[in-house]
């Protein structure tokens, strides 16, 4: 079981950054494949980054490689989501999900426990 706490959003101007945090509770983190999504208003939940429990692996959706970057840090049960060169289209509500069998997915339903969320916007 994990309860998940997103932080770090904010405003910030196009090509800006921001570092979002996911502290999530319990001694079972390491256990669990994480992902970030995010939602703009009126659109669907999308696929942002995942990263498998030892923070070997990651996968990213194609409209971030390059610019955010997924990390976690098991000693301090923390999932970050660094992003960098931030563009409009990129104002969204940004959620933590945590997994046992993601096998880095990017589908929604593969993730069993979902944070509140933060919210992202960036300026012109």
């Known amino acids: 079981q994990v309860q998940l706490v997103e932080s770090g959003g904010g405003l910030v101007q196009a090509g800006g950054s921001l570092r979002l945090s996911c502290a999530a509770s319990?001694?079972?983190?390491?256990?669990?494949?994480m992902g970030w999504f995010r939602q703009a208003p009126g659109k669907e939940r999308e696929f942002v980054a995942a990263?498998?429990?030892?923070?070997?692996?990651?996968y990213y959706a194609d409209f971030v490689k390059g610019r955010f970057t997924i990390s976690r840090d098991n000693a301090k049960n923390t999932v970050y989501l660094q992003m960098n060169s931030l563009k409009p289209e990129d104002t969204a509500v940004y959620y933590c999900?945590?997994?046992?069998?993601?096998?880095?997915?990017?589908?929604?339903?593969?993730?069993?426990?979902w944070g509140q969320g933060t919210q992202v916007t960036v300026s012109f």
């Open positions: 999900a945590a997994g046992r069998r993601t096998d880095l997915s990017s589908q929604r339903e593969d993730y069993e426990y």
């Open positions: 319990g001694r079972t983190f390491s256990s669990y494949d």
């Open positions: 990263i498998s429990r030892s923070g070997y692996t990651t």
